[in-house]
């Protein structure tokens, strides 16, 4: 497991500029359009943009601000014979 980097305030701090960002997701598959080895790295918007290959059209990617939930549903999961 990878281990995310972060300011005193919680805040993620991206890999390769080193600057703090609020956190953000992409698809799986759209992160996947990076390089390998950037994959496992915390980049912020504006480092994970740059790092797609110029052959993608960057207005189809959709960045959405991670939601943090207050409360968790649990489920409670029994094998049966």
Request: net charge negative; with cysteine.
């Amino acid at each position: 497991s990878h281990k995310v980097s972060s300011t005193s305030e919680g805040l993620p701090r991206c890999h390769l500029c080193k600057s703090c960002y609020e956190d953000w997701e992409v698809s799986f598959e759209q992160w996947g359009l990076i390089d390998a080895v950037l994959q496992p790295l915390d980049l912020c918007i504006n480092c994970y943009m740059e790092s797609l290959p110029s052959t993608i059209d960057a207005s189809n990617i959709q960045i959405r601000r991670r939601q943090v939930y207050a409360s968790f549903l649990f489920i409670l999961m029994e094998l049966c014979d």
